[in-house]
């Protein structure tokens, strides 16, 4: 029998949907929005909160402050919003939330709010810096400059952070390797616990992949696999562990916020187009943040894109990422998909090892197009 505990829904994530500037490669539903917006906003989503802690048993782990630029809000306002989630959130039995990451973009920390977000309970920042190289940043359109960054990971540890993420990208157009080795070896004279780092991907949609379109630039899959495979070699010696093809940690310093979705754990997630997976329900809120505070003011539901999600659909999804992780996935998620699992073998781009299954490194290269085979 499953017990309440096991039933509870244990990782929350709250979408922010304001930025100082919109990047043109973002994707994300983002816009610009000053204090009366994010006042409306707050409340907004104190009211779908208190909603869904009506509907569903809640006694969260982690807390994901993403976005959109979470750290935009105001003190205050960041401050009465994560408060109360945490004190209604988590149970007496399990509270505080063991993570709490907040994402931070390097030109809007200030001591006060830092110091704000940790007597709020914010224990881990993920902090925004995709390059230390002043003319990509201009590229990506970014209000930071280089050295902000170092700047701002010690007034974060002065305020007491320990568990500091650097988000780096790769594959940027005119980006050279010689600069890619030079933000990774910036980063890591960060001393962050953790390292993200992705490739650029074009969106449909943006300013990014209008110019891709128009033959302007051009995507070059060999420069991109060096990059990747320089990524592993450059922060797996400086101890920091591949534990998501992604995603780089010292042992430890895992996301558990990421690691309970790769797992497939189920999830809440609050704001303007945030998504949720709980048991078969998956639903993604409508993607319009005025749409979402006239909607919740009216008490009508925010909920759109609905999903019944069966078993199989689950379990698929958990092999789709669990390929991507270091540990894999258990043999038996496969079920009847074992005869791909089989094909992927014999191309050497899978093993199987202590009942887990795992990418080789040349399955590494294709992840994705592995991960497709079970969609
Ligand atoms: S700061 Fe992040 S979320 Fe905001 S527009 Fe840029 S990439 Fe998108």
């Not at 201009?138 to 902000?148: F, S, T």
């Not at 089989?342 to 991960?371: C, I, Y």
Request: proline letters at 4%; one cysteine or more.
């Amino acid at each position: 029998m499953t017990g309440i505990l096991e039933r509870m829904i244990r990782h929350l994530y709250v979408h922010v949907p304001f930025c100082a500037k919109v990047c043109p490669y973002c994707a994300f539903h983002v816009h610009l929005g000053g204090g009366a917006a994010q006042r409306e906003f707050v409340k907004a989503l104190r009211m779908e909160w208190q909603r869904a802690r009506e509907e569903f048993p809640l006694a969260l782990k982690t807390i994901y402050f993403g976005g959109g630029t979470p750290s935009i809000l105001s003190a205050e306002l960041f401050t009465e919003l994560a408060e109360e989630l945490v004190a209604e959130g988590t149970s007496s039995s399990d509270s505080p939330p063991q993570e709490f990451t907040l994402e931070v973009n390097p030109a809007t920390v200030t001591p006060k709010k830092a110091a704000a977000w940790r007597a709020a309970g914010v224990n881990r920042i993920s902090l925004g810096a995709q390059s230390f190289d002043a003319e990509m940043l201009r590229l990506l359109g970014r209000q930071h400059a280089p050295e902000d960054i170092a700047g701002t990971c010690a007034l974060l540890r002065e305020q007491g952070f320990t568990n500091i993420n650097i988000d780096l990208m790769f594959a940027l157009p005119g980006q050279s390797e010689a600069k890619w080795e030079a933000t990774l070896q910036a980063a890591l004279s960060c001393e962050p616990n953790h390292i993200s780092a992705y490739a650029l991907t074009y969106e449909e949609d943006t300013p990014f992949f209008e110019k891709l379109q128009r033959g302007e630039w051009r995507q070059d899959e060999a420069r991109e696999i060096a990059m990747f495979t320089h990524t592993r070699e450059v922060l797996g010696a400086a101890g920091l562990i591949d534990y998501e093809i992604s995603n780089f940690a010292r042992p430890g310093f895992e996301s558990r916020h990421n690691l309970a979705y790769w797992r497939g754990a189920d999830y809440l997630g609050l704001g303007p187009s945030a998504c949720s997976t709980i048991d078969a329900m998956r639903w993604r809120n409508v993607p319009n943040t005025k749409a979402y505070v006239e909607r919740i003011a009216r008490n009508e539901s925010v909920r759109e894109e609905r999903e019944v999600l069966d078993e199989a659909t689950r379990a698929k999804e958990r092999i789709m990422f669990g390929l991507r992780m270091r540990e894999g996935v258990a043999l038996e998620e496969f079920g009847k998909d074992v005869t791909r699992l089989k094909e992927l073998e014999a191309d050497g781009l899978a093993f199987e090892e202590a009942g887990r299954v795992r990418l080789t490194s040349r399955g590494q290269l294709v992840a994705d197009g592995v991960a497709g085979m079970f969609v």
